[in-house]
T-cell receptor, first 118, second 111 residues
């Protein structure tokens, strides 16, 4: 099956600093990747859709200047949390969809990155 | 109304029993439906997908789709303690590339 990796798996940073999270599709090219955030005991909330070679599409309520997304290649998308605050502490998960034109358009998830802002 | 609704549970079943997980969705034009399993502290793992009405079986898992009723279910036969996790229903709605997730149902399989 399709494999998606994330790095780092966990990170602790101080309030006001920036953190970069990488998402890679290891065995397929992903023109589109997705970034989710999950707070404890809650479901996944889509933050943005990352498009290779173009600007990301952010969901309503997600600050694009705070959560910078770059999709530089067909296998790599990065999420940078700028000026992090304790309320940004969460589990960040990326996913990717293999290129296909037919159903079902399944998504494969990376292992996630747990961010703790102190 | 939430786009994808699930009972949060916990749903508790004895080992060896059938666990039945349900999901309803609001967008009648939705095309694909997915069940993911998520263990605590881990990311979701795809279990099954279905996009045609009826049943789809894969090992101990059966997904059922009824588009007229906008209802998707997942049956887990011969439940094992290792099946204890949160099960997320996800839907690909019309015009969206991303999936919309339900809040998940926590399943507990008692040994």
């Amino acid at each position: 099956g399709a494999v998606v990796s994330q790095h780092p798996s966990w990170v602790i940073c101080k309030s006001g600093t920036s953190v970069k999270i990488e998402c890679r599709s290891l065995d397929f090219q992903a023109t589109t990747m997705f970034w989710y955030r999950q707070f404890p005991k809650q479901s996944l909330m889509l933050m943005a859709t990352s498009n290779e070679g173009s600007k990301a599409t952010y969901e309503q309520g997600v600050e694009k200047d705070k959560f910078l997304i770059n999709h530089a290649s067909l296998t790599l998308s990065t999420l940078t949390v700028t000026s992090a605050h304790p309320e940004d502490s969460s589990f960040y998960i990326c996913s990717a969809t293999p290129p296909q034109v037919l159903l079902p358009y399944e998504q494969y998830f990376g292992p996630g990155t747990r961010l703790t802002v102190t | 109304q939430k786009e994808v609704e699930q009972n949060s549970g916990p749903l508790s079943v004895p080992e060896g029993a059938i666990a039945s997980l349900n999901c309803t969705y609001s967008d009648r034009g939705s095309q694909s439906f997915f069940w993911y399993r998520q263990y605590s502290g881990k990311s979701p793992e795809l279990i099954m997908f279905i996009y045609s009405n009826g049943d789809k079986e894969d090992g101990r898992f059966t997904a059922q789709l009824n588009k007229a009723s906008q209802y998707v279910s997942l049956l887990i036969r011969d439940s094992q303690p290792s099946d204890s996790a949160t099960y997320l229903c996800a839907v690909k709605a019309t015009g969206r590339r991303a999936l919309t997730f339900g809040s998940g149902t926590r399943l507990q399989v008692q040994p």
